[in-house]
């Protein structure tokens, strides 16, 4: 099996470049298949943490579905994916609303009002779709605010108080989402609470989907755990089709964002290696929650570490190539002195990295690619200043 952290391998990558490997992906989706299969229920990918299409083929043999949070979305796992999405916005538009209904089979509203304005409308969509809404069970282990729907005041979802006694006509289903690259055991505690607040529509609708964040790939999450978890409240709601849409799961150590160094400076014992790629263009998670990857060959260090380091002990900050002066990240100490040229690798950059990356200053996109099984590495695109110019009018 080829790996793109191979040295000659990581030689051969056009910088800068996406590369996710076949075979990682497919290892992912093989554990995902296995944990529907087994507890019986139906896991669909999220579009909002990864949405590259020229790999849906590999997708399609191992799930049926995705879901969507946007009219775009929404077309892109109609037209692309080959399935209608699973919908869910915050707030859909009279605007938008034909279109994502063509290409949905299941809608959920956000609100009590959204659901008396628009799910009149399902009844003339020309195929069947199944209406839900968005629940909030006010309980969420996130610590991060900026990713919590639960949060006090959200505007996520109807909290058990606010929801009639008897369903409104055409409410299927609830969705519910509070997880961010959770266990299994923060998915049981949430249950406890829908559960409680919840339990008395439970057993009078058909399906339950229970959002994203379920982490099952992650090495330490427990899979066995989470199967008997959601086999068990199949047993106490057999009238329920439960459904995980994550989307760090399936690409979760997937590929690499592939690097180079293109000027190293120094000022006030603070030694930089600026890069041909950029923090805050496309690796945006690192400056927003903030998450350190891990680059290759390198070891993390306390910030503090970097300044007044001898030049022997090979310690770098890694600066972006933009013109924000917070574009950088990090401490690392190499194996040997960086030079002008040397690939610099982060790791596990696929799920949230490739559809959050944008094109400030006009810096250079990375590539996208696919490092098949047999070690064939596919150009999925190359970015060049056209895709920059027409995103600017």
Not at 4 to 26: F, G, Q, T
Not at 160 to 173: C, H, M, N, T, V
């Amino acid at each position: 099996m080829y790996k793109i952290m191979d040295k000659d391998l990581i030689n051969k990558v056009p910088s800068p470049c996406y590369v996710m490997e076949e075979a990682l992906l497919r290892r992912n989706l093989a554990l995902i298949s296995r944990v529907a299969r087994e507890a019986g229920v139906e896991i669909i990918l999220a579009f909002k943490a990864f949405a590259l299409w020229k790999s849906f083929p590999i997708f399609r043999e191992y799930i049926n579905s995705v879901t969507a949070s946007s009219i775009h979305e929404a077309r892109l796992a109609f037209e692309e994916f080959g399935s209608r999405a699973h919908a869910f916005s915050p707030a859909y538009t009279t605007e938008e609303f034909g279109e994502i209904m063509r290409c949905s089979s299941h809608i959920s509203f956000n609100s009590l009002t959204q659901y008396e304005r628009f799910y009149p409308m399902t009844k003339e969509a020309g195929h069947e779709i199944s209406c839900g809404i968005r629940i909030n069970p006010e309980y969420s282990e996130i610590e991060t605010e900026l990713y919590n729907p639960c949060a006090p005041g959200s505007r996520f979802g109807v909290t058990a108080d606010l929801l009639p006694g008897e369903l409104p006509a055409g409410i299927e289903g609830f969705h519910c989402h509070c997880h961010c690259e959770s266990s299994s055991y923060a998915l049981e505690n949430t249950l406890v609470h829908i559960e409680e607040k919840f339990g008395k529509w439970l057993p009078k609708i058909k399906w339950l989907n229970l959002g994203g964040g379920h982490l099952m790939t992650r090495k330490d999450y427990d899979v066995e755990h989470l199967i008997a978890l959601l086999k068990g409240l199949r047993s106490r709601y057999p009238n329920l089709q439960v459904i995980l849409e994550p989307g760090s799961a399936f690409a979760w150590q997937t590929g690499s964002l592939v690097s180079e160094v293109v000027d190293i400076v120094e000022s006030r014992g603070i030694r930089t290696a600026i890069l041909n790629v950029s923090f805050t263009c496309h690796m945006p998670d690192c400056l927003e929650m903030p998450y350190q990857p891990v680059v290759t060959g390198a070891e993390s260090l306390e910030a503090s570490a970097v300044k007044g380091a001898p030049f022997e002990e090979n310690i770098y900050r890694l600066g972006g190539n933009s013109c924000l002066s917070g574009d950088y990240m990090g401490s690392w100490k190499f194996p040997q002195p960086l030079k002008v040229g040397d690939k610099v690798v982060f790791e596990d950059m696929i799920h949230y990295t490739t559809v959050k990356t944008n094109m400030f200053n006009g810096i250079s996109h990375p590539s996208i690619a696919l490092l098949h099984e047999n070690g064939e590495l596919e150009m999925y695109k190359v970015f060049g200043y056209e895709d920059y110019r027409d995103r600017m009018c």
